[in-house]
């Protein structure tokens, strides 16, 4: 069986939505968080599929976070080697600073339910699946676009919202995984600086999460699907 390896930067932003459409492509899906001692000396090259979710973390706070170079450095040879990998928000950030780009905070915060506008280049993508559903983004920093990638999608406050190099390089900056997982509530009560800063609040969050929510991850899980059965090599 396939392997899937999921690595966690904080407990409340895991694979969520995504397992069941990764399993339901033939993969056995294992966890590691970046607390883990095992961490530093995981191959991140072996596994068939690489996913790495989202945390509060910059990539820029390397002194702060001491793994987030040495995650950096070898999550670049896997890219390299053009192995299956999956990045969203931190985990997208991450792919763009292995392949070379700039990840700094974007001045905004962009926080709550809103759909991606696809280019020409997401509508002939996975990425079909999510036209006109709404999506969960949470974060404030932002990355340039990568050299040898395309653009996928935008929005208002953040043009580089999803790109790709080729079938196997993916990177969401927002959560199409999220709509569903329990875990939303401790997102509510751990960053309410941030909704605050993007001028919402929990009970407007909730609301639309449970409008929103059903919708984002039926669309994410046929995203997925597709993307994975689109792997080479």
């Known amino acids: 069986m396939k392997r899937a390896l999921v690595i966690r930067h904080v407990p409340v932003e895991g694979v969520a939505g995504f397992r069941a459409a990764i399993e339901a492509a033939g993969y056995a899906v294992d966890r590691i968080d970046v607390t883990d001692a095992r961490f530093p000396e995981t191959d991140l090259i ?14 820029y706070e390397t002194d702060r976070y001491p793994w987030i170079a040495c995650q ?8 390299a080697a053009d192995r299956p990998t999956l990045g969203v928000c931190l985990g997208a950030q991450m792919m763009a600073a292995a392949l070379g780009a700039r990840v700094y905070p974007g001045g905004r915060q962009e926080v709550g339910f809103a759909p991606v506008t696809l280019n020409g280049a997401g509508a002939g993508s996975p990425l079909r699946h999510l036209d006109g559903n709404p999506m969960l983004h ?4 932002t990355f340039d676009l990568p050299e040898g990638t395309e653009l996928l999608a935008s929005t208002g406050l953040y043009a580089h919202q999803a790109f790709r190099r080729g079938p196997n390089i ?8 999220m709509g569903e997982d329990p875990r939303f509530d401790s997102w509510l009560e751990k960053w309410p600086d ?11 969050l909730r609301a639309h999460h449970d409008a929103h929510g059903p919708n984002a991850v039926a669309a994410g899980r046929r995203m997925i699907a597709e993307w994975l059965e689109g792997l080479r090599g």
Do not use: K, T
Request: charged share 15%; proline share 4%; aromatic share 4%.
């Open 46 to 59: 072996a596994p068939d599929l690489v996913v790495m979710m989202g945390g509060p973390m910059g990539v």
């Open 72 to 79: 950096v450095r070898r999550l670049g040879l896997r890219l």
């Open 138 to 141: 949470w974060h404030g920093d």
């Open 170 to 177: 993916l990177a969401l900056q927002f959560h199409a995984e």
């Open 194 to 204: 941030a909704i605050a800063a993007a001028g919402s609040s929990a009970n407007e």
